[in-house]
Structure formats: C-alpha cells, structure tokens
C-alpha cells in the first residue's frame, strides 16, 4: 500500500516546479513555492486552534486562491476536511455539524456560524483564514499515516439526510495519480474549475492541477452564466471539467455571432451522461477540442474512463477501468457476469474509499470483501462491461423503473429526448407515489405533445413517458445536474 500523504503531492511539484503559477481566481495568483509557504502556516494556524489528529475542520468558504494551501494543510495538520457548499438549508447544515462534529469551523455563512457557535464549536471566517495563510505559525505534532482519514465528502441519495463517504490519504492519492495517467494534464494547462469543491469532481482538480503541475483557476459559481464564455477567453483555459448543464450553455453562448473562441483542448465530464449532440455542436465549434467521458461514483471517485474522443468510436461507453483497478458485473446474488452480461456495477481496487461515516450497515452494504485486502464497492448502478473493458452504463438504481410493463431508464429516455431536434435540456421523473408513467421535463421551444411525438420517432413507444412539461428552466442541483427531487415537487403541482 502506498505511504503517499495528500499534502506530498503539493510538496513534490513545489520542488520541481517553485515559481510556476499554481492556483488563481481571476484576482490573485501564487505560485507553488507560495502554496506551499501557506500551507505549512495553515497547518501551524490550525494547531494554534487546537486542531488535532483525526479531527475533522468543516470549510464553507469561497473557493478562491486560498483554497487549496487550506486543504493540504488540514492533511499535513493530521487532521480531515470536510467541504460544504453554503449557503444551503438550515436542516442539512445542522445535520452534518451533528455528524461530523468538527473541532473547527471555518465559514462567513450566518446560519451555520450561528448553528456552530450554539453547538460550542469555534468558528473562523474568511479573513482570520488568509491572515494566517500569511503569518500563521510553523506545523507541530505527529505526521498522519497514509491509512488515516483526511477528507468526508458528504453526498446525498435519494432519500434521507447526506451520507459521508472517508477518504485516507492513501485512496485519494492512488486516484489521484490514476485518473491523471489517463487525463494527462499537461504543465501548461489551466484548468478552469466552475464546479463546487464540496461536489468531488470538482474537489480532485485541485490535487489532478497539482499533480500534472498545470495552473489551477478556481471560478465564481456566478461565472456558470453568460460570463461563462468570457471567462474562460480571460484565464485562457485549455482544460474544462463539466457537467451537462455547464456544456449545454457554453455551446449556447459558443453559438452567438462573433463569439470568441476560448483555447479550451480538453473537456471532461461525469457525474451526468452528456449528450452526444452538444458535444458534436462544441466539437464543430472548436476543432480542438477532445473529449474524455468518465463514470464514476464518491465511494470509488472515478471508476472508469474513456480515451480522449473515444465515444466517437464507441457511443454508449463510458470507459474503462482505471490502471490498477477493476470493474464487473453481478447477478442478483452476487454472481460475477461474464463480458457482455447485464447486472450490477462493481468496482474493485485501492480507489475504493474506507466506508461511510459512522454508517456501519450501510457500508456492510456496498463495500464488501469478497477476495482480497481491498473492499468491493457494489454500486448500485446497472449496466455491462464488454470484452475490450468498455463500461456501458444502463442507469442508476433509483433510474431504473417500468412504464407499461416495459423495463426502462430515466438515462435512456434522456439521452432520446436531447437527440428530439428543439430540445434543449431534458430531465426525467420515474414514477412514484401513485404517478401511472415517468414525467419527462425539457426545456423546448415546443408543445409537450410536440415533445412526446417526436420522441416516439427515437423510442419504443412502450417506455415514452407518460406525459411531458415544458419548463422555462431546469432545477439543477448545486454540482450542475438536474435535481429530482425539485422536478417531483413540479409535478406534484402539474398534477394538482
């Protein structure tokens, strides 16, 4: 098992790379020389607040230039971090300060200043942070092993309140180093970052830029809109990590006559299937532009990933195992499937993070040791695995439902709507709660029986939803993708 601690990777490229720029967000820029000064006084700061091995430092503060010499140094300080986007309910932010129990906090947000300090947890804002950033002290105390905990990234399922997944150093930087020998950033990269650290796409560009020692510049979740474009002209970004929603917007923006054309070589997505018609309308609009599709889940970070412009070559597939790792299917009673056969995703490698927090049945539930030291993460997800050791995604869990007695996925349906020409984001509701059919929610410049007409020319007329809504908007979640449990609340009122 690798020895790797997370701050090692920051510390490695500092020494090869000093006065390269590091990390930026379009006001202030340090090189890794600096981000690693701001690390080691982050770490004494934290010590100084009485942060100790093993205790967890909640941090709800922009993601500026700071950002990352804050993360290495909660991990050099032996301690966990734990990202949280704010502001957010007042529900789940007391539920993950009742779960986590941080020794620390650090945010500006009210509500949960308000929620910790209730709670006898000290908090620090944005100021005191950079203040230390410049003068804090030197790092005192034990050095963490690489089978310590260092992040919890809270992720929400269907129901219920988010679930923690842990994280040690040693499973964060074994992902790290296998999803960059398949991305390759390059050193004079700059990958421009739109996406929350609290989601972990968004969080591992951090430790990926340091790693392939390319320019990080960390956006303005405000930058999503119709600065989206400018923005990436104005950091000269040639690395894009993306979600449906991101892409679907920079090829509107991308389209207006006399657009600028940002040097953008590398555009990535997971999280969401990406449909093939935006990515062939951004293809067309920069000829450079490659592509590598990935699938990938917060217990395992990334599962699988496609080689650059690969779906081309193999559309339905969202790539391949990662160096070191594997994937599978499973009957219903766990069963391994051989090449070709439908049934339940299953990861296995060092990749697969250590459980959920303080959630013992649950991860007696998905990671399970069958042969081996290391756990196997049974994903819940359906789908198959051909001979070459391409993952073809069938739908997730909740995904998978009936719509006249026919087998069908909310993804499948998706992907037909967005191929329905006058369609420009689309979203499906399976049923529940006594509905008769899926609900299908797209943002059209047609009618809904416009949308259902012309989708019985892409489906089986057997898993064509139920009714259809158009909207002027998609809700979408904080990450970027379409938010479910919104779109039950829009059909409850439809349907009402």
């Not at 993601?63 to 734990?82: C, I, K, Q, S």
């Not at 000290?122 to 260092?150: F, M, N, S």
């Not at 119709?226 to 950091?235: D, N, W």
């Not at 009714?467 to 938010?483: E, Q, S």
């Amino acid at each position: 098992m690798s020895t790797e601690l997370l701050h090692d990777l920051l510390d490695r490229t500092a020494d090869t790379r000093p006065d390269a720029p590091a990390a930026g967000d379009g006001t202030v820029e340090f090189t890794y020389r600096q981000v690693r000064a701001d690390s080691l006084r982050l770490a004494g700061w934290l010590r100084g607040q009485g942060v100790r091995r093993g205790d967890r430092v909640l941090v709800a503060l922009p993601a500026d230039a700071t950002l990352p010499a804050l993360l290495y140094a909660v991990a050099r300080a032996g301690a966990v971090f734990v990202v949280l986007r704010t502001p957010a309910p007042e529900v789940a932010l007391a539920h993950v300060l009742d779960d986590a129990e941080p020794g620390l906090v650090l945010t500006d947000d009210p509500v949960l200043t308000g929620l910790s300090r209730a709670r006898g947890v000290p908090v620090r804002g944005a100021a005191e942070t950079r203040r230390a950033a410049a003068i804090g002290g030197a790092p005192a105390g034990p050095a963490p092993l690489a089978v310590d905990p260092v992040c919890l990234i809270y992720t929400s399922g269907s129901t219920g309140m988010p679930k923690a997944v842990v994280s040690t150093h040693a499973q964060v930087t074994f992902a790290v180093r296998a999803i960059q020998s398949e991305l390759r950033y390059r050193p004079d990269d700059v990958v421009h970052v739109l996406l929350p650290p609290s989601f972990d796409y968004g969080l591992y560009q951090i430790f990926l830029s340091t790693v392939a020692g390319a320019r990080l510049r960390l956006g303005d979740p405000g930058d999503t809109g119709g600065r989206l474009l400018a923005t990436l002209v104005e950091s000269g970004a040639t690395v894009l990590p993306c979600v449906p929603s991101l892409a679907i917007n920079l090829l509107r923006l991308l389209g207006r006559a006399g657009a600028p054309r940002p040097p953008l070589r590398l555009l990535t997505n997971t999280g969401a299937a990406m449909p093939p018609e935006v990515l062939a309308g951004l293809r067309r609009l920069l000829p450079g532009l490659a592509v590598q599709l990935m699938f990938g889940l917060t217990e395992c970070k990334r599962a699988a990933i496609m080689p650059p412009d690969a779906d081309l070559r193999r559309p339905g597939a969202c790539g391949r195992a990662l160096p070191g790792t594997e994937i599978f299917t499973v009957d219903a009673e766990g069963r391994r499937q051989p090449p070709g056969v439908r049934g339940e995703l299953v990861v296995r490698g060092p990749h697969v993070m250590a459980g959920y927090w303080r959630r013992p049945e649950l991860t007696a539930q998905r990671f399970r040791r069958a042969h081996g030291l290391f756990p196997q993460l049974h994903t819940g997800d359906h789908g198959h695995v051909d001979a070459d050791g391409y993952v073809h995604f069938a739908g997730r869990r909740d995904d998978v439902y009936k719509e006249k007695g026919t087998r069908v996925s909310a993804t499948e349906v998706e992907a037909a709507a967005y191929r329905v020409d006058g369609v420009d984001a689309a979203g499906v509701l399976p049923p529940a709660d006594g509905r008769d059919g899926a609900t299908l929610f797209v943002v059209a410049a047609l009618t809904p029986a416009d949308v259902l007409r012309r989708l019985r020319e892409q489906l089986d007329e057997m898993k064509v939803p139920a009714r259809c809504v158009v909207l002027p908007d998609l809700p979408l979640t904080g990450n970027g993708k379409v938010d479910r449990r919104a779109l039950a609340r829009l059909a409850g009122e439809h349907n009402g």
